[in-house]
């Protein structure tokens, strides 16, 4: 095994992002961007601890959850979950996060990287509220860095190619329960949570 050591030895790799590339990163959001935002539904969010160590969360709502405060600005509001809070827990120590905006259908995908606080009140709440759910927190972005990223991933995983999906490769989201954190419940009581009725709670 050979490791890259350093950046010289990794643009010999890999070469040098053309000057369009380099030079595409804006530090606010213009009317494309806010365009974007209100017909995304899903963001992947990446923070990191104090100490280095990493986590992506996924979030999800009616398109458009993200609210645009203004041009330097964004909210995120928290939905019922597990309660884990680890990507929470790693901006109290370090702001620092990286978010991509994914439109399902489109390869191409936003991303903003800024400071994030968190915030559990502001006038702003009420305009997050879904089916009753006012949300208990939101993360407040300052952007440092806006740019959209090119499709490539997408279309080399055929992502939204339904003839390529293979939901059942892997084992089922109750198989895997089973055998990892609810390893004292049946497999078919187990079926039965994870079936067709998953869900129907979210927001409560």
Known sequence: MREVTGEAELRELIGEPTARVAGKVRRELDALDRAWL????????????????????????PAGFTLVLDE???AVPERPGNRR???FRNILGNPHVGLIFVIPGRG??????????????ADFFDRMTVEGHRPPLAVL??????????????????LWNPERWQPDAAPSRARIAQGQERQDQDLAELEVYYGPGYGQDLYS
């Open 72 to 74: 330097r600005t964004i």
């Open 85 to 87: 809070a680890d990507g």
């Open 108 to 121: 191409d995908t936003l991303r903003i990287n800024g400071r994030a606080r968190l915030v559990r009140e």
């Open 141 to 158: 972005v300052d952007i440092d860095e806006v740019f959209y990223h090119c499709s490539k991933a997408f279309l080399r995983s055929a």
């Open 38 to 61: 209100a017909a995304t539904p899903f963001l992947l969010m990446a923070t990191s601890a104090a100490d280095g160590s990493c986590d992506v969360s996924p979030k999800g709502d």
